[in-house]
């Protein structure tokens, strides 16, 4: 059983930066492609990043050029840098993980395997 843990959110001003982070933990987490999924009120979660196994990333078109996904291996960890966050990028971030082949960046809220809490991030106009 893989736990998740998301961490970093907050207010943030139009512009600004956050570095939202995903703590894996009872798995190998090697094996899994991990995504980051966000949900505004009244809204479906949307994918916005993933990342496989060996680092191949995939993003949604909305964040390109403003988010960045890594992730470290050796820390379990899983990481989103977000920068010139808009207004519209408000909303609570979720971490999941998928069991896929290793390239694959697939990884879809619906067929994930474990899945976090979430965190809220807020940004003001």
């Known amino acids: 059983q893989v736990q998740l843990v998301e961490s970093g959110g907050g207010l943030v001003q139009a512009g600004g930066s956050l570095t939202l982070s995903c703590l894996a933990s009872g798995g190998t987490f090697s094996r899994y492609a991990m995504g980051w999924f966000r949900q505004a009120p009244g809204k479906e979660r949307d994918l916005v990043a993933t990342?496989?196994?060996?680092?191949?990333?995939n993003y949604d078109d909305s964040v390109k050029g403003r988010f960045t996904i890594s992730r470290d291996n050796a820390k379990s960890s899983v990481y989103l840098q977000m920068n010139n966050l808009k207004a519209e990028d408000t909303a609570v971030y979720y971490c999941?993980?998928?069991?896929?082949?290793?390239?694959?960046?697939?990884?879809?809220?619906?067929?994930?395997?474990?899945r976090g809490q979430g965190t809220q991030v807020t940004v003001s106009s």
């Open positions: 990342i496989s196994s060996v680092g191949g990333t």
């Open positions: 999941a993980a998928c069991r896929l082949w290793i390239l694959s960046t697939s990884c879809s809220w619906s067929a994930s395997d474990y």
